[in-house]
């Protein structure tokens, strides 16, 4: 049964204090529209200051985890997924995935609560994503690192199955799904992102 994670996030901050119910629903678009800034929400609350606000909302997501206890079932079936794919995941795709198509924002939220879990927020080099622990986070960049230099030993385009010996398939592939550097075309081939078009043709995209 599909759950309606709309309704489970508002009855956990159905009782918080008024500001910290604001906030919480901004940050996170929890009725709709796009997720709102520190500085813009303290903006329209009169000048309130960025770190303020950021306090406001540790505030909230703090008096809310008691309540989230409730939730411990859907907190364990995102631990089965996120292990699935080596405890990393590309935070669009997670999102996607975990909230079949919907409910986004109210996956995010969740995720903020769920113990372990964190958010890796994008840079030059990864896109954000979420993770379930701090070493696979890192294993993860390792696997980038010595993947990219693979490709541009070798300067060909390569498959899952040439790149990925000793991991599980599916947890390289959500590796490499953070990377800016490393991208996949329609033909399920790897290269890097700097390479010209006639080195990995067919739809070149990133993940």
């Not at 678009?29 to 960025?50: D, N, Y």
């Not at 693979?150 to 947890?171: D, F, M, N, T």
Request: hydrophobic share 35%; aromatic share 10%.
């Amino acid at each position: 049964m599909k759950l309606d994670y709309s309704k489970i996030c508002q009855e956990l901050i159905a009782d918080l204090p008024a500001k910290q119910k604001e906030v919480i629903l901004r940050r996170f678009a929890l009725q709709g529209g796009e997720t709102e800034t520190l500085e813009s929400i303290g903006q329209s609350m009169g000048g309130v200051t960025r770190e303020r606000i950021r306090q406001i909302e540790a505030e909230g997501l703090k008096n809310v985890r008691p309540r989230a206890q409730k939730c411990k079932a859907i907190f364990q079936s995102f631990k089965k997924y996120f292990n699935s794919f080596g405890e990393v995941r590309k935070e669009e795709i997670a999102l996607n995935e975990l909230g079949e198509g919907g409910y986004k924002n109210q996956i995010c939220f969740l995720l903020a609560l769920s113990e372990g879990s964190s958010r890796f927020g994008e840079n030059r080099d990864f896109w954000s994503a979420f993770t379930t622990s701090p070493d696979a986070l890192n294993n993860a960049k390792k696997v980038i690192s010595a993947t990219y230099s693979q490709l541009e030993k070798s300067g060909k385009p390569a498959s899952l199955k040439e790149l990925s010996v000793g991991i599980k398939p599916a947890v390289f592939e959500s590796y490499l799904g953070i990377s800016k550097k490393i991208r996949k075309n329609g033909d399920n081939l790897y290269g890097l992102k700097n390479w010209p078009e006639n080195r990995l043709p067919n739809n070149c995209r990133q993940f």
